[in-house]
C-alpha cells in the first residue's frame, strides 16, 4: 500500500463501547418521544396541560414563576419557530436548542460508535458546578424576562 493510503492511527477517534451506543440510543430516543409529545400537543392532538395543570406560584403571588410559559416555548421550538420560542420564555428557547445539540451528538455516537469526549472535556475543563450555576443564571435570566413582559402589560402586579 503506498503511504498516502496509510491512515495515521493517531488521528483516528475512539470507538464507543457498545453499552456507551446503546445509552446514546436511549437518550436520542427519549428526546425525540418528548420532541413528539410537544408536536402533537401543538397540534391540538394531546392536551399537556391536563398534566401539567394550572401554576400554582401564579394563582398564589400573581406573578409567573420561572417556568411559566416553557411548555408553549417548546411547543413553538419543536413546530418550526424557534424565535417566537425566545420571545415567549429565552431560557426554555437556549435549553431547547442545547437539547437539539445532545440529540444530534447522542445519534452520531449511537449510529457510528465515535467517541467525541465533548462531554468530558467540558466537565473537565469549566467544571460540573460551573456548569450547573450558568444554567441556573440562564432560567433566573428567563424568569427576569418573564417577570418584566408582566409588569409591563400590568399582569400580576
Not at 25 to 39: E, P, R, S
Not at 59 to 71: A, D, I, S, V
Not at 79 to 88: E, K, L, M, N, S
Request: contains cysteine.
Amino acid at each position: 500500500m503506498p503511504e498516502r493510503q496509510q491512515t495515521n492511527s493517531g488521528n483516528l477517534r475512539p470507538r464507543c463501547s457498545f453499552a456507551c451506543r446503546i445509552a446514546a440510543a436511549l437518550i436520542f430516543m427519549a428526546l425525540a418521544a418528548i420532541t413528539a409529545v410537544l408536536w402533537l400537543s401543538a397540534k391540538g392532538t394531546i392536551h399537556l396541560g391536563f398534566w401539567v395543570g394550572v401554576c400554582g406560584f401564579k394563582q398564589r403571588y400573581g406573578l409567573p414563576c420561572p417556568g411559566c410559559g416553557w411548555t408553549h416555548a417548546m411547543e413553538m421550538f419543536v413546530t418550526g419557530h424557534p424565535i417566537q420560542a425566545f420571545t415567549i420564555q429565552p431560557a426554555a428557547a437556549f435549553f431547547c436548542a442545547a437539547a437539539l445539540a445532545v440529540g444530534i451528538y447522542a445519534l452520531l455516537i449511537a449510529v457510528f460508535g465515535i467517541e467525541f469526549n465533548l462531554l468530558s472535556r467540558l466537565v473537565k475543563t469549566v467544571g460540573i458546578k460551573y456548569l450547573v450555576l450558568c444554567a441556573a443564571i440562564i432560567v433566573l435570566a428567563g424568569w427576569m424576562v418573564t417577570l418584566l413582559r408582566a409588569a409591563m402589560q400590568g399582569n400580576g402586579w
